[in-house]
């Protein structure tokens, strides 16, 4: 590649034109000429000013030159004809399209994973351990513990609970203690699900008891 071809293919190689085989031999060349390296220096922030403006413009302030220029470092016209510019325009916002189809086809993808994983995700905590009780009257009392750094949490079910009144789930503590954890209004389902907690760790835990306002005790279950 000798000086004139080499100065000709800065443009392009600059713009990203050359083939890869062009590129190398371009790169040779500029290992040896200070010369080239020193104008492809200057000429860095063409590829920024080219995808500002539209080509057809690009075009028209390269070729003027002049008073219109851009800037005082911009190449001569013969350095890159009207057409090479055009076509490079032309590929680079092509690249530019197939890159913004690709993250776009990423974020699509990362939606569809956060759509169906949602749901996945917000089940709640698998419990520790779980207790039931069933009364004569066919009262069914389920409570779930979640151990928690804190303490633990309850998970309350319950079927053909009483259809008036308010009750409550109290905690009982090995150490003698009593807490009362949470509390709902009968429903008329005879159904309930609630959550409730304890600062009481679950290796603490001797039991629970089902009490209605009174404090009189439903159902009670006890932890081993």
């Not at 009483?162 to 090995?174: F, H, I, Q, T």
Request: glycine share 10%; hydrophobic share 40%.
């Amino acid at each position: 590649m000798n000086g004139n071809s080499a100065h000709q293919s800065l443009g392009a190689y600059l713009l990203g034109g050359l083939e890869p085989e062009e590129a190398r031999t371009f790169e040779d060349h500029l290992a040896k000429c200070a010369e080239c390296r020193h104008e492809l220096e200057q000429l860095e922030s063409l590829p920024a000013l080219l995808d500002a403006v539209p080509a057809a413009d690009a075009v028209a302030l390269t070729v003027a030159g002049g008073a219109n220029a851009l800037s005082p470092l911009e190449p001569k016209p013969e350095a890159l004809p009207e057409k090479v510019l055009v076509d490079l325009s032309i590929r680079r916002r092509k690249s530019r399209r197939r890159w913004a189809a690709l993250v776009g086809a990423v974020a699509a993808a990362c939606l569809a994973v956060g759509f169906f994983a949602g749901p996945l995700l917000n089940q709640p905590a698998k419990p520790d351990a779980s207790y039931s009780v069933q009364s004569e009257s066919g009262l069914q009392l389920t409570v779930g513990m979640v151990k928690k750094n804190w303490g633990t949490e309850l998970a309350v079910e319950g079927r053909s609970m009483p259809l008036e009144g308010k009750l409550y789930l109290w905690v009982k503590g090995r150490d003698g203690a009593e807490e009362r954890t949470c509390g709902w209004t009968a429903t008329q389902s005879g159904r309930i699900k609630i959550t409730g907690a304890t600062p009481v760790q679950l290796a603490g835990i001797a039991g629970v008891e089902l009490r209605d306002e009174a404090e009189k005790t439903v159902a009670s279950i006890s932890v081993p």
